[in-house]
């Protein structure tokens, strides 16, 4: 368990773009906290970290986003593969369970093919809406308003 006090912004990106520089490919992030206590601010920094040149917005009202990794801090192949070997693509996707009725939904977007994806990263926002689905190997992050610019952010690997 890793906790960090944020006092702003900045601290919680900086939180963010150090946590993302332990990342391998394949982790399932599951963000819990109240609107407002800094999920999405870390998983913007998390994904610029990882190599999302996009700008990361909430994906409340379409559930999921999928973005292109380039470069980031998970490393790629080799350019060094032969025509014959296509390199590996990865992906960071950004879900919020807010808005779904129940676990189904959140399999029936191919949720556990993205997950057993290596090479894909993915952070679930609200991840207690489908707690009953989610892989027994996961990193929950757990974010706490303690005041107007304070946040107490728990990692739990």
């Known amino acids: 368990m890793q906790e960090y006090i944020s006092k702003s912004r900045e601290q919680t990106q900086k939180i963010a773009a150090d946590f993302a520089k332990?990342?391998?490919g394949g982790e399932v992030l599951?963000?819990?906290g109240n609107l407002g206590s800094g999920k999405t601010t870390f998983i913007q920094a998390l994904a610029k970290t990882l190599g999302?040149?996009?700008?990361?917005?909430?994906p409340t009202f379409v559930l999921m986003k999928k973005y292109p990794r380039r470069g980031g801090?998970?490393?790629r192949p080799s350019k060094r593969a032969t025509a014959r070997v296509a390199?590996?693509?990865s992906f960071f996707y950004h879900m919020d369970a807010y808005r779904l009725s129940n676990s189904q939904e959140a399999l029936d977007l191919g949720l556990e093919e993205i997950w057993n994806?290596?090479?894909?990263i993915i952070?679930?926002?609200?991840a207690d809406k489908i707690n009953d689905i989610l892989p027994?190997?996961?990193i929950d992050l757990c974010f706490e308003s303690l005041s107007e610019n304070e946040r107490k952010i728990t990692i739990f690997q």
């Open 123 to 126: 952070a679930i926002e609200w």
């Open 73 to 75: 801090a998970c490393p």
């Open 117 to 120: 994806d290596k090479n894909n």
């Open 52 to 58: 999302v040149k996009e700008n990361v917005t909430s």
């Open 30 to 32: 599951c963000f819990y």
């Open 22 to 24: 332990e990342l391998k």
């Open 87 to 89: 390199p590996t693509r």
């Open 136 to 138: 027994k190997k996961k």
